[in-house]
């Protein structure tokens, strides 16, 4: 049969494949515009899988909630341009969404499991947003938090999802403290909320390191015990969150802001995209070199 402009474009528009794919697939297909969809997810899935190989160490990290539970994902893609596509942005909304309805407990186990949305799996949702964008994307990591109605979540993202930060805060519905615990966290990097949360090893390992240093400084034997768990304070003040100066106001450490606002603070959950990945690195002018190869 013969293929009209609109066909082609009403293809267009429900796939967000090229004109001439879509004319191609609705020729192949005799103009049966679900067959046509069909092959053209199969050519992108294809396509999808030709992309498996590359670095994506880009990418946004996203905060979604719905009553007493909140997410923080991070979706990796291979450059940062394309954290401001449209279709990123709703791919982000609908793994939150999916994310907070289903709870997985890990990304595994999220990928194989079915989107009310759309009927398919989260895997096959994230290689169709693949074959429209045009780029290497990845449900990297991803927490979920649910709290009781005496309780707040605070929020937030630093340079548009670079960071993500989520905090849970106990004792308090005072969303603007646990978003200024938030935006610390993003800035100070905390690895754990108090020093009971520091395993034993850990601290044994960071006493022993200090004392041989202090031996190495000359000090006397008889008074390293006592610097070692000075200097062991310090330590804590480096990782442990309520340990720590607060940002906004470094007279009072973050357990007193927290305290005076009648808090706690519960979870906390912080994301730097693309932390701990590889990163590629290209210059302009290879860039240059690899598309005039192409």
């Known amino acids: 049969m013969a293929i009209t402009a609109k066909m082609v474009k009403e293809l267009r528009e429900k796939t967000g494949a090229g004109m001439m794919d879509c004319k191609k697939a609705l020729q192949e297909t005799d103009g049966n515009l679900d067959a046509a969809v069909d092959y053209l997810r199969e050519k992108g899935l294809s396509k999808a899988a030709k992309k498996a190989d590359r670095?994506?160490?880009e990418g946004s990290a996203y905060i979604q909630t719905e009553g007493n539970t909140a997410v923080l994902l991070e979706v990796n893609c291979e450059t940062d341009f394309v954290t401001k596509n449209d279709q990123f942005k709703d791919l982000l909304s609908e793994l939150a969404t999916h994310l907070l309805a289903q709870k997985p407990e890990t990304v595994?186990?999220?990928?194989q499991q079915t989107m009310e949305a759309t009927g398919e799996t989260v895997e096959n949702h994230i290689k169709a947003a693949v074959a429209k964008?045009?780029?290497?994307l990845s449900l990297r990591r991803f927490t979920v938090l649910t709290k009781t109605d005496n309780d707040t979540f605070g929020e937030y993202l630093h340079m548009g999802g670079r960071i993500g930060v989520l905090t849970?805060?106990?004792g308090t519905t005072d969303q603007e403290t646990a978003k200024d615990v938030a935006m610390h966290i993003a800035a100070v990097n905390p690895r754990y909320i108090s020093r009971e949360d520091v395993a034993e090893e850990e601290v044994n390992h960071e006493r022993e390191v200090l004392k041989a240093q202090a031996l190495n400084e000359g000090k006397p034997e008889k008074i390293v015990e006592k610097m070692v768990e000075g200097r062991?304070?310090?330590f804590f003040e480096e990782i442990c969150l309520l340990e720590?100066?607060?940002?906004k106001d470094p007279d009072q450490k973050v357990k007193k802001f927290v305290a005076d606002k009648g808090a706690s603070v519960k979870a906390f959950v912080r994301y730097e995209v693309g932390e701990g990945m590889e990163k590629r690195e290209e210059n302009f002018a290879d860039e240059v070199m690899n598309q005039i190869k192409k």
């Open 108 to 111: 595994e186990e999220a990928l």
């Open 244 to 247: 720590q100066s607060f940002v």
């Open 133 to 136: 964008i045009g780029e290497k």
């Open 232 to 234: 062991l304070g310090k």
């Open 55 to 57: 670095i994506a160490a």
């Open 168 to 170: 849970l805060l106990e």
